[in-house]
């Protein structure tokens, strides 16, 4: 649950530092300069998110499956633009997502679910989280619990780095090389900006530590072993539970999930987990193979549901979804020269189409 101490109020008077404008007082394009960003009014919702973060796209579903207007702004991973001063001072030096709701600053993943579900009420907004009191509520309280608990960052990361772990995965093996030179990169960069922003150095620092830990943590393949034995586990505990729904309910006609007939926090927290195992490469180990049929049968339908198609798409297109973005903005903050942007928008159009036949005759 949001709480002040949690939840920052800001007259955004700063946001996120301060409003940038040009001699003629017009404020730049916002899609150029993230730092000009502001909320267009107190009453609309706006969200900090990047579209491969596994929080920003668990947050996305929970607005999606409310339906409510939000304004989102992409905060490009790949593009560092998560430790640029702006975003710094905004977050106090976490990651995304981050809320902006009028006069309040919500930055903590857990805390960002509850203050929405709190706060975005109404006959046609749907409760995600049942009345407390209620089984209903228990078991998503649980579930939340357990979900969460599933080092997520570990398993994206440490398969990855060792591919070998991981059947059929979505990620192109130069990925691995990619990802150790970037975070190696990233702690140079972190220094460097250290030393520009003296003011920040303490979230600076805070970031270098933790970005270290990771490296060595989710490197270790036995660490990796272990939590994916972990995982298994999880997940048989959800096969017998989803087993339990089918009994508690046999006979009537209505659609079951994870919790109970009614769609939960529970199931988007779910739902997003199987997404991003999938993408890994390990949904033909932990449910694909036929071992768990309920699991399977969960995952094939949630990702019916509009919300879902709505915010993670085609999984077979994830990867493409998130390259082609970063290389357009790219272009936009450092122009080439008209041979080299007609160059590289020629061949961001070859890599589509190819990528798009490639997929269809492949999985269609």
Known sequence: MATPNSVTPTNCSWWPISAVENDAGNSKEPEDHPESFSPKSKDTLVLYHWTQSFSSQKIRLVIAEKGFPCDERDVSLPLTEHKEPWFMRLNLGEEVPVVIHGDNIISDYNQIIDYIEDNFVGELIPKLIPETGTILHSRVLQYR?????????????????????????????????????????????????????????????????????????????????????????????????????????????????LCGHVFTLADILLGATLHRLKFLGLSKKYWEDGSRPNLQSFFERIQKRYAFRKVLGDIHSTLLSAVLPNAFRLVKRKPPSFFGASFLMGSLGGMGYFAYWYLKKKYM
Do not use: F
Not at 207 to 213: G, V
């Open 145 to 257: 619990d357990i979900l969460e608990k599933l080092p997520m960052d570990a398993y994206t990361h440490g398969c990855i780095l060792h591919p070998e772990l991981t059947t059929d995965s979505m990620i192109p093996k130069y990925a691995t090389a990619e990802i150790r030179r970037h975070l190696v990169n990233a702690s140079t960069e972190l220094t460097k900006l250290d030393h520009e922003e003296p003011q920040l150095t303490e979230p600076y620092l805070s970031k270098q530590k933790k970005l270290m830990a990771k490296i060595l943590e989710h490197d270790n393949v036995n660490y990796l072993m272990k939590i994916l034995i972990q995982l298994s586990m999880v997940l048989d505990q959800i096969e017998a539970e989803l087993e339990k729904r089918k009994l508690e309910y046999e006979g009537q006609k209505c659609e079951l999930w």
